[in-house]
């Protein structure tokens, strides 16, 4: 028997999304799978029905849940639909494993094999499947421009007969996908851009991209790549220098974020009154709690005449090609394990082994098991 690969008209307020666009269904059917979507799933990003060629159609998300060997989601299942999921159904998408503990739980009790995309591991091999990267990108460059349309000024120099217009100052904290590519589009903009990560190795990065790096003497090497959290000395260093950075920017865009704890807290209320008026804060960490003490997720926040972006879930804004770059990601995550239209995953790969959450009655990931009380 053919798998059924299914996926849904994303139900989760604001998401716009699909895991599913219709060049990654036609291939996923051309592996002999058979493609199931609800209609509409890809309405809200611009793929209309009529793009998909080879797929099969439901009405209902109940039906797709109840029928799909494989669902390929964006959002976290609901805990109405993990009761929906026919029994042994593999599930792949983000999966908030910190966030989310009862959605943990019952794909645990349910039995069912989820495979959370933020646990794919980040070597060389799984670049193609790394979804916490291509949405951060997307989430990187649209902050940029949500700080353009928020800022009375330019972003670019310009001699004009009226005189020469200075261009804007932008600071960047937190050089990881998203920030680079904050660096990139503001620089593309025009602006001047400073930048700064506690991890050390990103200063070239930062310098390539044609901004300076902000050096406050803080590194905070952590493993696997990521940042480690910090001491109160080196917190108060690091402050030192970057308040008055913060308050020489324009538009100052913070991305910083520690894997499974709340966003570092960098810009204090202190440094928010210590800019200018009509200066902004875009602050991508929102949803983690935020990098400015100000920060209200999914607000704009004034304080003194300096706007306070509680930016989310910003890939939304951009649903065609983060929908695009996202499906993409499935794709190259799930081919491998389908052969001649039949599932097999192969347990011995890291890929597979090290992103699986919960298997067979038991969550598979430890640190996330140490956050269950039962
Ligand atoms: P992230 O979203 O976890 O964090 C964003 C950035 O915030 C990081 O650069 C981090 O160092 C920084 N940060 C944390 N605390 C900070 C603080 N107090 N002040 C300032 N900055 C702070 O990071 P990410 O974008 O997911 O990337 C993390 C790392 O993984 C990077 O080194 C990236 O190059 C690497 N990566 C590797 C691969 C791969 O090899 N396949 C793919 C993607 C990313």
Same mark, same amino acid.
């Given at each position: !028997? ?21 060049? +990654? ?11 199931? @979507? ?7 990003? =611009? ?20 029928? /799909?060997? $494989? *669902? ?10 993990? &009761? ?6 593999? +599930?792949?998408?983000?999966? &908030? ?16 094999? %989820? ?13 193609? !499947?790394?979804?916490?990267?291509? &949405? ?10 949500? /700080?353009? %349309? ?27 996908? #998203? ?9 593309? @903009?025009? #602006? ?46 690091? &402050? ?6 913060? #308050? ?26 210590? !800019?200018?008026?009509?200066? *902004?804060? *875009? ?7 935020? =990098? ?8 704009? +926040?004034?304080?003194?005449? $300096? ?5 989310? =879930? ?7 090609? #983060?929908?695009? !770059? ?21 347990? =011995?790969?890291?890929?597979? /082994? ?21």
């Amino acid at each position: !028997m053919p798998v059924t690969i299914g996926a849904l008209r994303e139900s989760a307020p604001h998401e716009t999304r699909v895991s599913l666009v219709p060049e +990654v269904a036609d291939k996923l059917a051309q592996t002999g799978a058979r493609v199931l @979507l609800e209609h509409g799933a890809g309405a809200r990003a =611009n793929f209309p029905d009529a793009l998909y060629k080879k797929v099969d159609w439901s009405d209902s998300p109940g039906s797709v849940l109840s029928t /799909a060997d $494989v *669902v390929l989601t964006v959002q976290p299942l609901s805990l109405d639909q993990i &009761q929906q999921l026919k029994s042994g159904a593999v +599930v792949i998408g983000f999966m &908030q494993p910190h966030a989310r503990k009862a959605e943990v739980k019952a794909l645990r009790d349910r039995r069912i094999t %989820s495979f959370a995309v933020e646990l794919i591991p980040r070597i060389s091999r799984a670049q193609s !499947m790394d979804a916490l990267s291509s &949405q951060a990108a997307i989430a990187g460059y649209k902050a940029v421009l949500i /700080a353009a %349309s928020h800022l009375p000024k330019f972003f670019p120099m310009l001699t004009t007969a009226a005189g020469t217009i200075r261009p804007s100052q932008v600071l960047v904290i937190g050089a990881g996908v #998203a920030g680079l590519q904050a660096i990139a589009t503001a620089r593309r @903009l025009g #602006a001047v851009v400073e930048a700064y990560d506690v991890r050390g190795a990103t200063k070239e990065q930062v310098k390539s991209l044609g901004a300076k790096f902000v050096d406050t003497g803080v590194s905070a090497e952590g493993t696997g790549g990521y940042a480690r959290e910090l001491t109160a000395e080196e917190k108060a260093k690091q &402050q030192e220098v970057l308040d008055s950075r913060i #308050a020489a920017a324009d538009a100052v865009i913070t991305t910083a974020s520690v894997p499974g704890r709340p966003a570092p807290k960098i810009i204090s209320r202190a440094a928010v009154e210590r !800019m200018r008026p009509g200066s *902004v804060v *875009v602050d991508i960490a929102a949803e983690q709690g935020g =990098n400015c003490e100000l920060t209200r997720a999914g607000e704009v +926040v004034e304080h003194n005449g $300096v706007n306070i972006v509680g930016a989310v =879930n910003l890939a939304a804004d951009l649903a065609y090609n #983060a929908s695009e !770059m996202y499906a993409r990601n499935l794709l190259n995550f799930l081919k491998p394990a389908i052969e001649k239209g039949e599932l097999k995953i192969d347990w =011995n790969d890291e890929v597979f /082994a090290q992103s699986c959450l919960t298997h067979e009655g038991t969550v598979k990931h430890e640190p996330t098991l140490k956050t269950l009380d039962s």
